[in-house]
C-alpha cells in the first residue's frame, strides 16, 4: 500500500527515502546531530501541528486549550524536575531563539554582551559579527587559550573587568572539555553582569549527571532539545525564579507568536526518556566513546585540541597533516563518515576553509556503537588521511563504513522504558 505522502507527492517521498538511506548507510558524527526515538518521532508528526496556543497554560488567548495546556505543563514539569530548575519555558522555536529570548529578558539594546568569539567555539548567537546578536548588543568576545585550547579563567575575568559587559555568556558549539559554571557565574557576580550559560551541546550530559550543571550558578540557562538531548528540534529556557515572569514575557509575546505545540510535545516525552537510568548510560557510553575514538586518532598521530575530550566532541587540528579541514571533511563524506570542518583554536586559516574536523559521539552511540567501533572509526579516518588524494582507498573505507552502519542499523524504532519497566528494547 502506498503511503499518503508516497501517493500524493512521489518527489519528495523519493528525496525522504533517499535522506533516510544516506542517514542510515553512513556514520553520522557530527556533534549536534542524533537520532531520536519512535515515540518522539510520533509526538513530533502529531496532530498537536494543528494547533495554535499562543500564550501559556491558563493564559491563552486561542480556545480549544484542553488537551495543550495539560501537555505543557508536563513539559515544564519535567524540563523542571530533569535539570532541577525553579522555572522553565519550553516553547523557543531553537537554540538561537532561546539565546536572544534569555539576553532580552534580563538587559536592553545597546548593552553589552561577552561571549566566546565564534572561531574560538563560541556560537554565533554569542555575539559573533555575522548575527544579529552583535547588532541589537554591543558584543566584546572572549578566546580560549591559543596554546592549550582551554579556558583560562583568570583571562576571562581580566576582560570581563576591562570591558564591564552586562551579561556573561558560558557554554560552546566546539569546546571539547568541562566548562566550570561555576567560575563562570562567581566572574558575573565580581564585574556585576547577569551569567546566561548556554548548553545546548551538552544538556544531555548534564541531565545525565556526567556534565556539571550551570543550572545553580546561571541566571538563565539556555539549551537545544535535539542534540546530546536526543528530543525534537526545539530551544528551551531555564531560570531562577525572580526572572521567571520576564522570561516568559521575552519568550511570548516578545519574540515569538504560536508555540510549536507538536514539538512541545515531543520534548515532554524526550524529558521522560531523559529521566531514565538507560539515558544516563547513554549519556556515559557517549563520552566513552568519544575519549577511546581520541586516544586512538591521537595514536595515528592526529593532534586533538586540547589533547582529548571530556565530552561529546572532538576537534581535530590537521594543521601537522597539511591537510585543510575541508578537503577532509569532504573526503571523509566520501568514505561514509559525516563531520564538520571547524575553525581550531589560534587559526590563520579563514572561517570557510578552516583547519580542523569537529566529530561527535551522540548519534553513534544512540546506533549502539561502542569502544571497539570507534577504534575501527579512528582507523578509517588515518586511512583517509593517509591516502587524502586516492579514491579507490576512499572507496575501499566507505565500503567498511556501509559494513559497520549495517550490524548497527538506525534504531529509528527504539523505545526507552520508562520507570520500572525492563530492558532497552529495540525492534
Ligand atoms: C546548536 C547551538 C545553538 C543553536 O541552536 P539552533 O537550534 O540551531 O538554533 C545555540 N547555541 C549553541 C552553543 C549551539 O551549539
Redesign the pocket.
Known amino acids: 500500500m502506498l503511503s499518503a505522502l508516497e501517493q500524493y507527492d512521489p518527489q519528495i517521498f523519493e528525496l525522504l527515502t533517499q535522506e533516510k538511506a544516506r542517514q542510515s548507510g553512513s556514520i553520522r558524527m557530527i556533534a549536534?546531530e542524533n537520532y531520536v526515538s519512535k515515540a518522539v518521532m510520533q509526538a513530533t508528526g502529531s496532530c498537536l501541528t494543528n494547533k495554535y496556543a499562543e500564550g501559556y497554560p491558563g493564559k491563552r488567548y486561542y480556545e480549544g486549550q484542553q488537551v495543550t495546556d495539560l501537555i505543557e505543563t508536563i513539559a515544564i514539569d519535567r524540563a523542571k524536575k530533569v535539570f532541577g530548575a525553579d522555572h522553565a519555558n519550553v516553547q523557543s522555536y531553537?537554540?538561537?531563539?532561546a539565546?536572544v529570548a534569555a539576553y532580552s529578558t534580563l538587559i536592553n539594546p545597546g548593552d553589552m554582551i561577552m561571549g566566546l568569539s565564534l572561531v574560538n567555539g563560541g556560537?554565533l548567537?554569542h555575539g559573533w559579527k555575522a548575527s544579529f546578536t552583535s547588532k541589537v548588543y554591543n558584543s566584546v568576545q572572549y578566546s580560549v587559550d591559543p596554546q592549550t585550547g582551554l579556558f583560562d579563567y583568570g583571562q576571562i575575568e581580566e576582560f570581563a573587568k576591562k570591558h564591564r559587559p552586562k551579561i556573561i555568556i558560558s557554554?560552546?558549539?566546539a569546546y571539547p572539555r568541562q566548562i566550570d559554571f561555576e567560575i563562570f557565574g562567581e566572574i558575573a557576580k565580581r564585574v556585576g553582569a547577569y551569567h546566561v550559560s548556554?548548553i545546548?551541546?551538552i544538556s544531555g550530559l548534564v541531565v545525565a549527571g556526567i556534565h556539571k550543571s550551570p543550572v545553580p550558578y546561571a541566571d538563565i540557562v539556555s539549551t537545544?532539545t535535539h542534540?546530546t538531548l536526543r528530543g525534537p528540534?526545539g530551544?528551551m529556557l531555564l531560570c531562577k525564579a525572580e526572572h521567571a515572569a520576564a522570561m516568559d514575557r521575552a519568550v511570548f509575546p516578545g519574540l515569538q507568536g504560536g508555540p510549536h505545540m507538536h514539538t512541545v510535545t515531543a520534548i515532554a516525552v524526550a524529558l521522560a526518556e531523559a529521566d531514565t537510568p538507560e539515558f544516563v548510560q547513554y549519556a556515559r557510553q557517549i563520552v566513552a566513546n568519544a575519549k577511546r575514538l581520541g586516544e586512538k586518532l591521537m595514536e595515528h598521530g592526529f593532534n586533538l585540541v586540547s589533547g582529548g575530550t571530556d565530552n561529546h566532541l572532538l576537534l581535530i587540528d590537521l594543521r601537522n597533516k597539511g591537510v585543510a579541514g575541508k578537503k577532509f571533511a569532504k573526503a571523509l563524506d566520501r568514505a561514509r563518515i559525516v563531520t564538520n570542518y571547524n575553525t581550531v583554536p589560534g587559526d590563520t586559516a579563514p572561517p570557510f576553509n578552516p583547519s580542523g574536523v569537529r566529530l561527535g559521539t551522540p548519534a553513534v552511540t544512540t546506533r549502539g556503537m561502542k569502544e571497539p567501533e570507534m577504534e575501527m572509526i579512528a582507523g578509517f579516518f588515518k586511512r583517509v588521511i593517509e591516502h587524502i588524494d586516492d579514491e579507490s582507498v576512499i572507496e575501499q573505507v566507505a565500503r567498511e563504513s556501509l559494513l559497520l552502519c549495517s550490524r548497527f542499523p538506525v534504531p529509528d524504532h527504539f523505545i526507552i522504558p520508562r520507570d520500572g519497566s525492563h530492558g532497552a528494547g529495540r525492534d
Open positions: 549536534s531553537s537554540g538561537s531563539v539565546n556560537h548567537t557554554g560552546a558549539t548556554d545546548a551541546h537545544t542534540k528540534r530551544g
